[in-house]
């Protein structure tokens, strides 16, 4: 046999059993002997022993031993009780992991023996019974939780709601939104975010065609009160006239309509920005010298700064008595009621129930903390701050069908002199308003105006109409089936009054309403009939389904409707997305709002607010207000999360931005945008002045974002040069300047410390004009109270503007030209000569392309990853010794660029201007818009350099995207 072979055989027979061959005489060896009376070999022997008699049975069948001659008995008695011992200790003792239940095999296991002993086998259950006596195999003793039916009890559900509310706020429409909708938790309180049915288009229909519904009464009302003069002494100092009608505005003093503006910090303009707010002036009474009341509704994010600001304008630092609501049961007062009934064994006895204290439901005050205050007054001027939120409850419906809606969903009260004697505090207050007769007149001519919205639109009365109403009970009139309001235009057809409306608004008086006394509304939210009370009547009517009428006993709720104005700037759609807002007292906000989806009217949710706010083009709060303090912690929120989801990915499967030339993809820098353009305008004012020479330098090595010009200057060097060697102006070119330096009167100082948001209207609407193309505009008609005369877009007219606002923002709309869909924290710039050049020759060019950068962090952020590693091993190894680098340094994160930043405006081949907060494919256009804010130095300075029928031309590009796209820029004032 050949060595490969035997090699071959061996590996084969290398586990097979060896051979034994026994001695002749059969008798067995003295050591054989040892063995058999108790010696112990190793185990390798017993194995191989074990092997022989294996291969002995079957291969040397025909040899055979005889019986040994003698047998020592004692160490044979010894090996034989060892074996017996271990023997048992086995049985008694399991040398796996397995459960006694496990060990059975597998035809005999049932899953009733894992938890009843008396179903194994006699034999292992007292191995069963001290196995569950151990300590960890024993059932975890799990808290006590009532059974089904006890959680949905109505006190047990509602002192769980009251327990959930502690850390955010619901609102009265929370359950019926956390059924159908995303929930967020966002400025304390717990709000719908999007509806959990695909209904994108379907909301957007109904802004266009019908009607949507938000509930925003998470916004909070502060209230004044006080003399007129005070009041508005006091608030001056917190606006200008310049952003457009303040407080002390003859339109909105009268108290039929709604005004809008933006506060800043006491006489900071237009620096200190501290949030939006709308406001509504008390309709004046019949005495003069009464004090009068503003409502001032602001969102939950500015509430804290405007709140701070008013107290110290208004000099109330003195609270009054701390809001104190009435104890409402917690779930562990009401575990220790329960503890008697739910004894195990017993079962739950009636008077239990009798002596348990009913837990109500948390509205209005309930939802503050009780050891703060919630009015301030001032011993100087007698002004009363209050804080009435969630006090005063605020749907909005958005639509040209929205008063349609509301005229089938509401019903105003009837007029009742007497009253019952079963209820008497029920409707107290209205009672004796009917008796009196100017009350009455009043009532009905507010009937008569509301039945007269049916046949109008949203969008026909003036912005801001107020007019106040008295309304029944929405539930009595609720329908059988949903339905779809619609209006009747041949009832409202050639209608003088409907026209007259239209034209001079809702008067004064007819803004009155009862939800102004605060007295008024609490007695009808602690008077409300329960719906047990209501159902019960219904049960007992005669033809099942037919209209309950309670009479004298039906609840009056006093509200407030308030238009809200639509798309106000601009020539495109104007007055869409415009609606009413209906203010409701607290306690009633379920009853109205079903009684408004019954009618048709759709929900929507904060996500469809921000669309609404996009196709208006207008601000979103407070997304759109960089320069709020509200709005940078906002901004900062947001970034926190778009960071964390982007880390979650694995690197090869996000965007490096890097790469891109993006270098904020998650927060816009505004801060680091503006200072850079002002930097890069005082070194073209030190060149403009050092001559020629340093224009050059500049122009080889230009130290600040630079856009080419056709000529020998750039527009705001050469041009400043040639206005310093020019002693003589035209007369108009220097009327028009002066005009300018009046509008921008300012202290350069005051402003140099933090950038701001324009908002001049006057500024504004000079800006915009520039921004049209000479055709557009000479072919756009002037608005209303504009004048003609505005200077033209030179360097003369545009010095002064600059040297006021050097670090100012501009609010501008982006529409594509071609196809694209912008995102939020896309970039905004100013395109090349050669990019118009490109596009004037080829229309169907859609833009340039960003060359490809190059990361230059990505081998930092390796050798970062190696270094902690290392120090890992080493804290393993000696946990005492301290970390070699520093703990100061910032984590690298591959694909985005490190702090601290550098120069925005000339990182990429074209220079920034600014960048895109909202942006999306616009429904309302058909193609992709955005908004956001750019520099308004940047934007000066490239319209002076763009032709004039190309003039508000921009490229607008993806933070993950290296293609440039077309955009129109707009400025709607």
């Known amino acids: 046999m050949s060595n490969a072979k035997e090699k071959k055989r061996a590996k084969k027979m290398k586990n097979q059993p060896t051979s034994v061959i026994f001695p002749s005489d059969g008798g067995p060896s003295p050591r054989e002997i040892w063995r058999q009376n108790g010696g112990e070999g190793t185990h390798q022997r017993k194995k191989q022993e074990l092997r022989s008699e294996t291969s002995r049975g079957f291969s040397h069948q025909s040899t055979s031993h005889g019986m040994p001659k003698y047998l020592t008995v004692s160490p044979f008695v010894r090996a034989r009780a060892a074996e017996i011992k271990a023997m048992l200790k086995a049985v008694t003792q399991k040398s796996s992991n397995t459960l006694v239940f496990q060990s059975l095999p597998r035809h005999m296991r049932r899953r009733a023996m894992s938890h009843n002993i008396k179903r194994l086998p006699r034999r292992l259950r007292e191995l069963a019974r001290a196995e569950a006596e151990k300590p960890e195999h024993q059932k975890k003793e799990l808290p006590k939780s009532k059974c089904r039916k006890a959680r949905r009890r109505h006190i047990n559900l509602v002192a769980e709601f009251n327990r959930r509310q502690k850390k955010n706020i619901w609102l009265e429409t929370h359950i019926w939104h956390a059924k159908r909708f995303h929930m967020v938790k966002k400025w304390g309180y717990c709000l719908g975010d999007k509806p959990t049915t695909k209904c994108y288009r379907a909301c957007y229909r109904a802004m266009t065609n019908h009607c949507l519904l938000q509930d925003l009464s998470y916004y909070c009302c502060l209230e004044l009160t ?102 409402v049961a917690t779930v562990s007062q009401e575990e220790n009621k329960m503890d008697v009934s739910e004894k195990v064994g017993q079962k739950r006895k009636r008077n239990d129930r009798k002596m348990a204290v009913p837990v109500k439901k948390i509205i209005g005050d309930g939802t503050r903390d009780p050891h703060q205050p919630y009015r301030w007054v001032s011993q100087t001027t007698g002004i009363v701050i209050s804080d009435l939120t969630m006090e005063v409850l605020r749907y909005r419906l958005i639509g040209p069908l929205s008063p349609c809606v509301l005229t089938e969903a509401l019903k105003a009260a009837s007029v009742h002199t007497n009253l019952g004697t079963t ?123 037919s209209h309950l009428d309670l009479g004298p006993q039906e609840s009056k709720i006093p509200i407030l409707l308030v238009q809200q104005p639509g798309k106000l700037a601009g020539v495109d759609r104007p007055g869409w997305g415009s ?238 030209l071609k196809k694209g869909r912008p995102e939020a924290h896309a970039t905004v710039y100013a395109p090349s000569n050669e990019d118009l050049l490109q596009l004037s020759k080829d229309k169907n060019f859609c833009g340039p392309q960003e060359p490809k950068h190059s990361d230059g962090f990505k081998k930092m952020v390796s050798k970062q990853k190696e270094m902690k590693k290392k120090e890992k091993k080493m804290e393993k190894a000696a946990p005492n010794i301290a970390s070699s680098t520093p703990a100061e340094q910032e984590d690298l994160t591959l694909g985005l660029w490190p702090e601290p930043l550098p120069e925005v405006t000339s990182h990429c081949s074209r220079v920034l ?48 995207s290296l293609q440039y796209r077309f955009a129109k820029l707009t400025i709607e004032v």
């Open 226 to 327: 006080g003399k007129e003069e005070d009041i508005l002494t006091a608030l001056a100092q917190m606006c200008n006239v310049d952003t457009g009608p303040t407080f002390a505005a003859i339109s909105y003093l009268a108290g039929n309509r709604q005004g809008a503006l933006m506060l800043y910090r006491k006489d900071q303009y237009p620096d200190g920005a501290l949030g939006p707010v709308t406001f509504i002036w008390k309709p004046r009474n019949n005495d003069a010298s009464a004090s009068r009341q503003l409502w001032i509704w602001t969102h939950p994010a500015f509430k804290q700064d405007i709140l701070a600001e008013l107290k110290a304008v208004c000099h109330c630092s003195e609270p009054l008595e701390p809001c104190d609501p009435k104890p």
């Open 423 to 545: 209820d008497p505090e029920i409707n107290n207050w209205w009672v004796e308003n009917c008796r009196n007769p100017e009350q009455v007149s009043l009532h009905h001519r507010q009937v008569a105006t509301f039945e007269l919205l049916q046949g109008l639109s949203s969008s026909d009365f003036l912005s801001g109409t107020v007019l106040g109403l008295t309304v029944g009970d929405p539930r009595l009139s609720l329908p059988k089936m949903k339905s779809k309001a619609m209006p009747n235009p041949e009832k409202y057809q050639d209608d003088e009054k409907v026209s007259q409306l239209m034209l001079e608004g809702v008067s004064a008086e007819c803004a009155q309403s009862f939800l102004w006394d605060r007295n008024i509304c609490n007695s009808v939210t602690e008077n409300k009939m329960p719906e047990k009370d209501l159902n019960s009547l219904r049960s007992q009517l005669l033809v099942p389904g």
């Open 579 to 816: 609606g009413w807002d209906i203010l409701l007292p607290k306690g009633w906000g379920m009853a109205f709002w079903l009684s408004l989806i019954y009618r048709g009217a759709r929900v929507g949710g904060l996500q469809e607010g921000l669309k609404h706010s996009l196709y208006k083009r207008t601000a979103h709060v407070p997304l759109d207000y960089p320069d709020c303090p509200a709005g940078i912690q906002f901004a900062r929120e947001v970034e926190r999360g778009l960071l964390e989801k982007f880390k979650r990915r694995p690197p090869a499967k996000r965007a490096n931005y890097i790469k891109h030339g993006t270098l904020a993809p998650f927060l816009c820098p505004w801060e680091k945008l503006t200072l850079d353009w002002k930097e890069a305008r005082r070194k073209e004012e030190e060149s403009s002045v050092g001559g020629s020479e340093l224009l050059a330098e500049e122009g080889e090595a230009p130290c600040g974002p630079s856009l080419e010009v056709s000529g020998p200057d750039s527009p705001m060097t050469g041009q400043l040069g040639e206005e310093v060697e020019a002693p003589s102006q035209d007369k108009a070119l220097m009327e028009n300047t002066a005009h300018l330096r009046d509008l921008c009167e300012k202290d350069e100082a005051t402003s140099n410390c933090a950038f701001c948001v324009l908002r001049s209207r006057k500024l504004l609407r000079l800006v915009s004009a520039w921004c049209r193309p000479a055709r557009v505009r000479t072919r756009k008609i002037q608005p209303r109270g504009v004048k003609l005369d505005r200077p033209e877009l030179t360097e003369n007219a545009v010095l002064p503007v600059v040297q006021s606002y050097p670090r100012a923002l501009v609010w501008v709309c982006l529409t594509l």
């Open 913 to 960: 201007l600014g960048f895109v907060t909202q942006g999306d494919f616009s429904l309302a256009f058909g193609c992709g818009e955005a908004l956001g804010f750019v520099s308004l130095t940047g934007l000066l300075r490239m319209l002076l350099a763009q032709p004039e029928d190309q003039k508000g031309l921009v490229l607008l590009r993806n933070p993950a």
